[in-house]
């Protein structure tokens, strides 16, 4: 991808010299039970399972933790040692992050309402978000509470390692799918998704879900449309990228690595099909009108 010397956001907030701790008080207990299922055998099954589904997703975290209220995390500082590889990647994403600003300011410039930026969060390990306890085991998230996206950078490296899915187009996507989830909430997407859900049963309330990620990647798509219009960005290669990082986070593909089976009324992403479908969709079509997955009859 071809980013060096454009534009950097400024709206990043770099927590990674500091780390979230808990006080003293009720423990949550969701973390017993992460503890209790690293000690049993195939309990990192599960673990996985969870991290997939919250990969690219903009859960509320407070009610699928039970972090808020039960305890009161507080943060200490700790030096900030970073390799020159990482330096990169910041760099990197400051970049992308304005690429998308933007793109996403000229594309909502007459609709109903204005793009506001949002902020990238970037820490190690733990950190406060308005939605709850951010840990790096969820792997990206958008909190619609404080219109932050977080981000743990070792999550490119598992990206790569374990899922298969290196090259700086393929972290572009990861961003890019963030971003798309900001501006469903400023849309008013999220909300009204958020109330249907609520009213739906389980497995419609899944097929939901997967309406509003797979809009997500289109978003994404539809930001590499007009970035690359508008200033080439794209290098051979780079869309080979993105394509293979939406496999490897499609849930059918989570769920066959990690128990051997796939559920599909489980699914709360989308398969790996479906996400390089709408990705696709909107990399090609590049109008937010090719992105409407809650009126798609075919996902």
Excluded at 13 to 18: K, P, T
Excluded at 228 to 255: M, N, P, S, W, Y
Aim: charged letters at 25%; a negative charge.
């Amino acid at each position: 991808m071809r980013w060096k010397g454009n534009r950097r956001s400024d709206n990043i907030d770099d927590r990674r010299g500091r780390r979230a701790v808990r006080s003293s008080g009720t423990r949550s207990s969701m973390v017993p039970l992460i503890m209790q299922l690293t000690r049993s055998r195939g309990g990192w099954m599960v673990i996985v399972i969870a991290a997939g589904f919250m990969l690219f997703t903009g859960t509320d975290l407070k009610s699928l933790l039970g972090l808020m209220g039960s305890e009161s995390p507080s943060s200490t500082n700790v030096p900030v040692e970073q390799s020159a590889q990482e330096a990169q990647t910041v760099d990197f994403m400051a970049t992308v992050l304005a690429d998308t600003e933007d793109t996403w300011s000229m594309l909502l410039a007459k609709g109903p309402t204005s793009y506001v930026e949002p902020k990238l969060v970037l820490y190690r390990d733990s950190t406060r978000s308005a939605c709850g306890l951010g840990q790096s085991a969820m792997g990206p998230f958008y909190c619609p509470g404080d219109k932050k996206i977080y981000l743990d950078l070792s999550f490119f490296e598992e990206l790569s390692r374990r899922y298969g899915a290196p090259g700086d187009f393929a972290q572009a996507y990861v961003l890019a799918h963030e971003v798309g989830h900001h501006v469903q909430m400023l849309l008013g997407i999220s909300e009204r998704n958020h109330v249907a859900r609520q009213r739906a049963s389980e497995v419609e309330a899944n097929r939901l879900s997967v309406r509003q990620e797979l809009q997500a990647d289109c978003f994404a798509g539809l930001w590499a449309n007009h970035a690359d219009r508008a200033r080439q960005i794209l290098e051979t290669g780079d869309v080979e990228e993105a394509l293979a990082a939406a496999t490897a986070i499609g849930d059918d593909t989570l769920q066959r690595q990690a128990q051997g089976r796939v559920t599909p009324d489980s699914f709360t992403h989308g398969s790996a099909e479906q996400r390089l479908r709408w990705f696709t969709m909107g990399l090609e079509q590049g109008s937010l009108s090719s992105c409407d997955t809650f009126n798609a009859d075919r996902l």
